[in-house]
């Protein structure tokens, strides 16, 4: 599906410096001191991905421009329990592009190949440790910027889920309020 996908995911410091309407030297400066996400190409060129482009628009009030807007967020779902995995695509697909997993090592070859912008993940897999791979996609530059929600009825690790990078943990069967919570991490619009 991703060839119908019609999203422009990276934006350059002047692009970004024409939606907020300012200098492209402000740009520059912002990223120097860490106020916006991004990173550098071979060349040096200042790069920015669409989901920190509209974390830092939010942030600071600037309007979401149109083209921020366009197709879908990509999504990927962790789940070993397949209804709990139906309940979520279908919840989903709407406002999502889905690819779903119950099978967590598919998820990690998936990642490495095609990067989505959030996760839904599970805590409870017995085949993976969960914690240890919030950390590691945390830490990782090219995945750094993945959203982390966790979807599950085991409350224990939670906290932890949340100091190793997860933005957000919802409690099983609550699919609407996972929805609600992407679209508010992915600055959609309701």
Same mark, same amino acid.
């Given at each position: =599906?991703?060839?119908?996908?019609?999203?422009?995911?990276?934006?350059?410091?002047?692009?970004? /410096?024409?939606?907020?309407?300012? @200098?492209?030297?402000?740009?520059?400066?912002?990223?120097?001191?860490?106020?916006?996400?991004?990173?550098?190409?071979?060349?040096?060129?200042?790069?920015?991905?669409?989901? @920190?482009?509209?974390?830092?628009?939010?942030? !600071?009030? !600037?309007?979401?421009?149109?083209?921020? =807007?366009?197709?879908?967020?990509?999504?990927? *779902?962790?789940?070993?329990?397949?209804?709990?995995?139906?309940?979520?695509?279908?919840?989903?697909?709407?406002?999502?592009?889905?690819?779903?997993?119950?099978?967590?090592?598919?998820?990690?070859? /998936?990642?490495?190949?095609?990067?989505?912008? /959030?996760?839904?993940?599970?805590?409870?897999?017995?085949?993976? @440790?969960? *914690?240890?791979?919030?950390?590691?996609?945390?830490?990782?530059? /090219?995945?750094?910027?993945?959203?982390?929600? *966790? !979807?599950?009825? @085991?409350?224990?690790?939670?906290?932890?889920?949340?100091?190793?990078?997860?933005?957000?943990?919802?409690?099983?069967?609550?699919?609407?309020?996972?929805?609600?919570?992407?679209?508010?991490?992915?600055?959609?619009?309701?």
């Amino acid at each position: =599906m991703a060839g119908t996908d019609k999203r422009k995911e990276l934006f350059t410091a002047s692009e970004v /410096a024409r939606f907020c309407q300012v @200098d492209l030297k402000t740009i520059h400066n912002w990223a120097d001191r860490g106020e916006i996400r991004h990173f550098r190409t071979p060349g040096r060129h200042l790069r920015f991905r669409q989901v @920190d482009v509209l974390d830092f628009l939010r942030k !600071y009030g !600037y309007p979401v421009p149109d083209s921020l =807007m366009r197709g879908k967020p990509r999504v990927h *779902i962790i789940d070993e329990d397949e209804h709990s995995l139906a309940a979520l695509q279908r919840a989903l697909s709407k406002r999502f592009e889905i690819t779903a997993f119950r099978e967590p090592v598919d998820a990690l070859i /998936a990642i490495g190949k095609e990067t989505p912008d /959030a996760l839904v993940l599970d805590l409870a897999s017995p085949q993976l @440790d969960g *914690i240890r791979f919030i950390t590691r996609l945390k830490s990782a530059d /090219a995945t750094r910027h993945v959203r982390v929600v *966790i !979807y599950t009825s @085991d409350e224990s690790e939670n906290e932890q889920a949340l100091k190793a990078g997860a933005s957000a943990v919802i409690t099983r069967p609550n699919v609407n309020k996972v929805c609600e919570t992407l679209e508010v991490l992915m600055g959609l619009d309701r």
